[in-house]
């Protein structure tokens, strides 16, 4: 009996890891066929696409493509305008919005569920929606900045942080998680005569770990992979985002070597980040051992 | 140090009003329990005391000022919860010195409270760990730690020991006990545990629905109960009530009689009570006793028993015997269910009829009302 039923547990893990190396393989493979591309001229690229080879380093591989791509357009300035953008908005958001769902969850003032309320409401209005008449606000709006106070933000970074800095789903994430923490844990710092700005930073955002990885994942996706915003509001190749700068690529002739050579400079780092922010994300959640 | 004195205080939830009016004063350096039933508003009260709550109606004095608007940092409390409250992220150090970061008191200073705190508690050895590394009692040594170091007038506690295993249980209340007399401060502290509130107290507040039924002393509450929610709920096991009819007044008497009871004689003056009332009388069970040996053989009861002895007679349903005492329950002749306290050893057995001798000048009576008569 029991030989059968560990026999039994060893086939269905078998089973479940197969499955699971299967996905792996479904969504890891595109990638590998992008960085090997990335490699190959053209022409090779092309043949190699009927076959496994796609997914080898083999055949005529040099670093051509990157060099060509970095020529064809501003691909370090792209690169980092991407990341100072989506950086800036990822911390200013976690900060923004955790503040605001913390007088949300434990402040106690008239309306709050009123406004709560409104704030969640607006998950369900799609970007595109608002986009224009966002554009029309964002390009009359003053900003105080190095050359004066100046109106209209298009072609700025501003105009590319501020919008979203705040938004329902991250201030949702952050509710969720303030209500499951324990009450009497704010209310003893508050006995001890903590201010709510103390019990924010010395008690709440300490152990936030979790929720703040999250929240940062989430709004990394979302700032990384903007597009149409961008495309709207900034003109100027100095504040251009990764994204936008796909197009350089699809201009006049399309080269398929350049491109997988830009893809796979704007995603491998972004995935190497994930991975260790999945890491530190764990560990977190291990460390503070908030279920005690 | 410091007096505590609520005055006309209430609580009201949008409609429903959940503290309706108490008044209770605490002398300094006593130690004040609230008991009561399971949603009685004891720990709302608390809270008020503490300041997390607002006070819908009275005034609430710690010391010599009226604290109702101050915030809970400046009422010179400082409260361990029940579910100990203490900081997962920091060390039991940093716990300790959590108020005096907060209000930026020297390093010098911070240690040597710490320091004290951690000798009272002899906990010097865990400072340097983490919450998730300490066992309940520990965690919950942290917390009143916490409160040691702030020095405060008034300790709160709401129900501190309710998540500990049974046996730390009685020995963190011999711990509070001993600390309170080390300290001396004035503390009080809610639980739902009666025989918590009857070990720890100088004062005993028994709470129901946002009422106080009585204030006294845990002798006063076991053999002076106000009222029958007090009778019921103070002393373990439970007071036996029984309903019964006023046959007659005297001077020095008050003879009652119903079928459980038979006649029963209290000796009782100007109790206040007319011919015809129907009351309740309250038997403790310690104070029943099993009559003697040939009246039990004898269970029938015979009408020429030795007069003045009076008797209860019904039949053994349960005997629980827990060695330094038994207790029986009887099920008496209405079907009413009454429960003795006997001697360790008695001789008695499910099935049996027993007699029983109460003790009328240690009963209770208590009119329709529920209010006791004296
Ligand atoms: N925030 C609140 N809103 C409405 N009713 C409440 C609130 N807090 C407590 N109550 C009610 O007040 C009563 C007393 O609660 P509580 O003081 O916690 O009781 P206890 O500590 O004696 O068990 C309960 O009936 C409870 O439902
Ligand atoms: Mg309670």
Not at chain 1, 160 to 184: M, R, S
Request: net charge neutral.
């Amino acid at each position: 009996m029991a030989t059968i039923a560990s026999d039994n547990r060893g086939l269905r893990l078998a089973v479940r890891y197969a499955v699971l190396i299967l996905i792996a393989v479904i969504f890891i493979f595109p990638l590998i066929f992008m960085v090997m591309s990335s490699f190959k001229p053209d022409q090779q690229l092309l043949n190699d696409t009927g076959s496994f080879a796609a997914f080898l380093p083999v055949g005529d591989i040099s670093l051509d493509n990157y060099a060509d791509a970095f020529k064809r357009a501003p691909v370090g300035l792209f690169i980092f305008n991407s990341v100072l953008v989506t950086g800036v908005t990822v911390i200013l958001s976690l900060l923004i919005c955790s503040a605001a769902a913390f007088a949300f969850v434990f402040v106690d003032w008239r309306g709050r569920e009123l406004v709560l309320t409104a704030i969640l409401a607006t998950l369900i209005v799609p970007f595109e929606t608002i986009a224009i008449p966002l554009l029309l606000i964002a390009s009359k709006l003053p900003w105080l900045g190095f050359d004066g106070l100046t109106f209209g933000w298009l072609n700025s970074y501003q105009v590319q942080i501020v919008p979203f800095i705040a938004d329902g789903l991250t201030i949702f994430l952050f509710v969720q998680y303030f209500k499951d923490l324990p009450g009497e844990l704010i209310e003893a710092a508050r006995v001890e005569g903590a201010s709510w700005g103390q019990v924010y930073r010395k008690v709440v955002m300490p152990l936030a770990g979790p929720v703040l990885a999250t929240a940062a994942i989430l709004k990394f996706l979302v700032m990384y992979n903007q597009y149409l915003w961008p495309l709207m509001v900034v003109q100027q190749e100095g504040y251009r985002p990764v994204m936008v700068g796909l197009q350089y690529f699809f201009q006049l002739n399309r080269a398929w070597g350049e491109i997988m050579a830009y893809l796979s400079l704007i995603t491998v780092p972004v995935l190497a980040f994930y991975l260790f922010l999945q890491r530190a994300f764990i560990a977190s959640i291990a460390s503070t051992g908030v279920k005690g | 140090m410091a007096r505590v004195s609520l005055d006309g205080i209430r609580k009201v939830y949008g409609s429903t009003e959940v503290i309706k009016g108490v008044d209770i004063d605490i002398a300094d350096g006593e130690f004040c329990v609230f008991v009561g039933p399971s949603g009685c508003g004891k720990s709302t009260l608390l809270r008020m005391i503490a300041g997390l709550e607002d006070i819908s109606g009275g005034t609430l004095t710690i010391g010599e000022r009226v604290v109702n608007d101050l915030p809970p940092k400046d009422r010179s409390i400082a409260m361990v919860f029940q579910s100990y409250a203490i900081f997962p992220h920091m060390t039991v150090r940093e716990n300790l010195a959590f108020g005096l970061t907060i209000a930026k008191a020297p390093k010098a200073e911070k240690d040597a409270k710490v320091a004290e705190a951690a000798r009272i508690l002899k906990m010097e050895h865990l400072l340097e760990r983490r919450p998730s590394q300490l066992s309940g009692g520990q965690r919950q040594r942290v917390a009143i730690g916490r409160a040691i170091v702030r020095h405060p007038g008034v300790f709160l506690f709401d129900e501190p020991l309710s998540n500990l295993d049974a046996a730390l249980r009685v020995d963190m209340r011999m711990e509070l006990a001993k600390l309170h007399a080390d300290l001396g401060a004035t503390m009080i502290y809610v639980t739902h545990d009666q025989v918590e509130a009857m070990t720890l107290a100088d004062k005993i507040v028994v709470l129901d629905a946002g009422v106080v039924q009585q204030i006294g002393s845990p002798l006063d509450l076991y053999h002076r109960p106000a009222n029958l929610f007090v009778a019921g709920f103070i002393g373990s096991p439970k007071m036996n009530l029984l309903k019964a009819r006023v046959e007659g007044v005297d001077a020095t008497s008050v003879k009652l009689a119903s079928a459980d009871l038979g006649t029963l004689v209290l000796p009782r003056a100007n109790a206040g009570v007319s011919r015809g009332d129907e009351v309740t009388v309250g038997l403790r069970p310690h104070h029943l006793a099993t009559a003697s040996r040939e009246q039990r053989v004898g269970s029938q009861p015979t009408g020429d028993q030795r007069t003045g002895e009076q008797q209860i007679g019904g039949t053994v349903k349960l005997v629980e015997r827990l060695g330094n005492e038994t207790l029986a329950a009887l099920t008496l002749a209405s079907g009413q269910q009454l429960i003795a306290a006997l001697p360790g050893d008695v001789d008695v057995s499910i099935g049996e009829a027993l007699r029983l001798a109460p003790q009328p000048e240690r009963a209770s009576l208590f009119l329709s009302s529920g209010a006791a008569v004296n």
